[in-house]
């Protein structure tokens, strides 16, 4: 998807390890957001980003951390991931104001599995 | 918290009828609504939004309406094309920094 990259794009882990998924955004706004999408359950919203070290909590965020450091990149982090966190994870950006009009960018995905 | 329901079960249409798809909501009436399509192994793609002071929104082929009485969106796809088949998913307003809540989505269909 033009302007955001996810990476990796598949992972397998083991139970317990730590996982770090990466947002990168080129079209520098203000909101970033992470989602995880299961069967059955829709989009989720685990965190959000509302600028440069300002994050907050989403409904599904037990389990997981995130960091801001630049405008462009938005980490995603399952301190010891768990079976429950299998998944496929999206992160969406939007502009402040004009992104009502323009909705939610999202990136093409990362699915997570944890054996 | 705003509750979205989206029928779950799959809308199989002929190529050339309308589909119409439908989003209810039980809460608060939201300010706006948004469209989204998505293909399997894609994320989400924004395709329209309406808000509460609007009946009706046009664009292409498709039309959005947004009833705060019945606390219900239509989306409809005329003449509809094999290339319409995904998933659509509407999405709600749910506190500042513009987060939405997304419904659950409904697949569509499209046979030649």
């Known amino acids: 998807d033009a302007g955001i990259t996810q990476s990796p794009r598949h992972k397998v882990t083991e139970t317990g390890t730590p996982v770090t998924l990466r947002c990168h955004q080129t079209e520098n706004h203000r909101y970033m957001y992470w989602y995880r999408q299961d069967p059955g359950h829709g989009l989720r919203l685990i965190h959000y980003?509302?600028?440069?070290?300002?994050?907050d909590k989403g409904e599904v965020s037990d389990g997981y951390s995130v960091s801001r450091s630049k405008t462009e990149d938005f980490l995603l982090t399952l301190e010891s991931a768990t079976s429950s966190q299998t998944s496929v994870y999206f992160c969406?950006?939007?502009?402040?104001?004009?992104?009502?009009?323009?909705?939610?960018?999202f990136g093409s995905g990362t699915r997570l599995t944890v054996v | 918290s705003q509750k979205i329901e989206q029928n779950s079960e799959a809308l199989n249409i002929q190529e050339g009828k309308t589909a119409t798809l439908t989003c209810n909501y039980t809460?608060?009436?939201?300010?706006?609504l948004q469209w989204y399509r998505q293909d399997p192994g894609r994320g989400p793609v924004f395709l329209l939004l309406i808000r509460e002071n609007e009946k009706e929104k046009r664009k292409e082929r498709l039309k959005v309406t947004f009833d705060t009485t019945l606390k219900q969106s239509l989306f409809h796809i005329t003449a509809s094309q094999p290339a319409d088949s995904a998933t659509y998913l509407c999405a709600l307003p749910s506190g500042g920094y513009q987060k939405v809540t997304f419904g659950t989505g409904t697949k569509l269909q499209v046979i030649p």
């Open positions: 980003s509302y600028g440069v070290k300002d994050t």
């Open positions: 809460n608060y009436s939201p300010a706006y």
């Open positions: 969406a950006i939007t502009e402040e104001g004009r992104g009502l009009e323009d909705g939610y960018t």
